[in-house]
Every structure is written in C-alpha cells, then in structure tokens.
C-alpha cells in the first residue's frame, strides 16, 4: 500500500501543477492563430503529450523515492524543473514574451537533460522514462523559435 500511496503523489503532483498552469492559461492561448513553423501539430495534441509526459515525471520520481535513491540534488533539479516548465506557457502565452519564452525553454531543455542523466544514473528505467520529455521539450524549443520567428 505504501508503494502505491508513493505512486499516486509522485504522478498527482506534476499532473495537477499541469493541470492549473492549464486553466491558468485557458483565456490566453492563442496557438491557432499564430504562424507556425513546419511540422506543428494541431493544439490538441499538447494536453495529450503533457499529460502523458507529466505522468511519466511521476512513474520516474515516484520510482526513485519508492527505492529510496531520491536524494537532495535529485529533489532539487526535479522540482526546479517542473517550476521552470510550469512558468513557461504563462510567459508564452498570457505574457507572449515569446523570445524571452526561448531561452527560458532552452533553460528547461537543459535542466530536463540534467534530471533524466541523474535519474539514468541512480536507476536505468527512471531514466529511460524521461527520454520522451526530453524529445518534446527539444521539439517544442523548435516551435518557440519558429513562432517567434514567424509572428515578430
């Protein structure tokens, strides 16, 4: 039951944080009516992509403190980047900072990469789990500069 209950917080928390930034922003998207670079999928591919990778965040975590290798430096990168990914779409969308939104999404790139080696090296799955948040964050760092560049 205890494993369970880890489960449950660990995929909760970035699910629910997910799911307020969402609400949050609901007013203030304005993705159909921008120009967007080549191979940008249809808005309602993004609620289901995040909502997959925010529960594979939680499988990850949730993993780790269910073996106890969570340490401080894991804790810390894990929710620092989940901070930064949760404030991204605020300055996308409601602020439309959307050059300052680059390299704030380079930023999560960056620490996304940092979390899924430390994950990698404390437990292989865990790891491995992140890979698809690395991949969309990449891909979606493409769709900042091409938005960007296209809607100046």
């Known amino acids: 039951m205890e494993k369970l209950k880890t489960y449950?917080?660990?995929?909760?928390?970035?699910?629910?944080?997910?799911?307020?930034?969402?609400?949050l922003i609901s007013g203030s998207m304005d993705y159909n009516s921008l120009q967007k670079p080549f191979l940008s999928p249809p808005s309602l591919v993004f609620p289901i992509v995040w909502t997959i990778l925010y529960i594979l965040m939680g499988v990850s975590y949730g993993?780790?403190?269910?073996?106890?290798?969570?340490d401080n430096n894991i804790s810390f990168i894990y929710y620092l980047q989940l901070v930064v990914n949760a404030l991204w779409p605020i300055f996308?969308?409601?602020?439309?900072?959307?050059?300052?939104?680059?390299?704030?999404?380079?930023?999560?790139?960056?620490?996304?990469?940092?979390?899924?080696?430390?994950?990698?090296?404390?437990?292989k799955i865990a790891?491995?789990?992140?890979?698809?948040?690395?991949?969309?964050?990449?891909?979606?760092?493409?769709?900042?500069?091409?938005?960007?560049?296209?809607?100046?």
Request: charged fraction near 15%.
């Open 8 to 23: 449950v917080k660990s995929i909760l928390l970035p699910v629910i944080v997910g799911g307020i930034v969402g609400f």
């Open 63 to 70: 993993r780790l403190k269910e073996k106890a290798l969570v």
């Open 92 to 123: 996308f969308f409601v602020f439309k900072w959307r050059l300052f939104s680059f390299f704030w999404i380079l930023l999560l790139v960056v620490l996304v990469i940092l979390m899924a080696i430390k994950f990698y090296k404390k437990d």
């Open 127 to 152: 790891g491995l789990l992140q890979v698809p948040y690395v991949i969309w964050t990449v891909f979606a760092t493409y769709l900042n500069f091409g938005i960007y560049l296209l809607n100046k």
